[in-house]
């Protein structure tokens, strides 16, 4: 069983900066791709950032491309979001979650965190 726990939520202004971060219980990082994938109220989840954690590729959603990055520590098993430039649309719950044995371009995850929020407001 694959568990995620999400760290680093919280309230910023727009224009500042947060770092997520997500610690997995999996044997070996590398036999899974992990994930970020955010809720809004009222709206359907949408697949922000993915690594596969074998090779180091990455997958964005266009809307946090050249914002968003996101890194892997295979020795720590953690997977971090590092959110630049928020805005207040990117205000959502945002869930860690993963996926073997690599990214998958619709976003595609078998396991999931219980999520963490982030509001961006003035």
């Known amino acids: 069983q694959v568990q995620l726990a999400e760290s680093g939520g919280g309230s910023v202004q727009p224009g500042r900066s947060l770092r997520l971060s997500c610690a997995t219980s999996?044997?070996?990082?590398?036999?899974?791709?992990i994930g970020w994938v955010r809720q809004a109220p009222g709206k359907e989840r949408e697949g922000v950032a993915c690594?596969?954690?074998?090779?180091?590729?990455?997958v964005y959603a266009d809307s946090v491309k050249g914002r968003f990055s996101i890194s892997r520590d295979n020795a720590k098993k953690t997977v971090d979001l590092q959110m630049n430039s928020l805005t207040p649309e990117d205000t959502a719950v945002y869930f860690c979650?993963?996926?073997?044995?690599?990214?998958?371009?619709?976003?595609?995850?078998?396991?999931w965190g219980q999520g963490t929020q982030v509001t961006v407001s003035a």
């Open positions: 690594i596969t954690t074998s090779d180091g590729s990455t």
């Open positions: 999996v044997f070996h990082l590398d036999d899974y791709a």
């Open positions: 979650a993963a996926v073997a044995p690599r990214c998958y371009s619709d976003f595609d995850f078998d396991y």
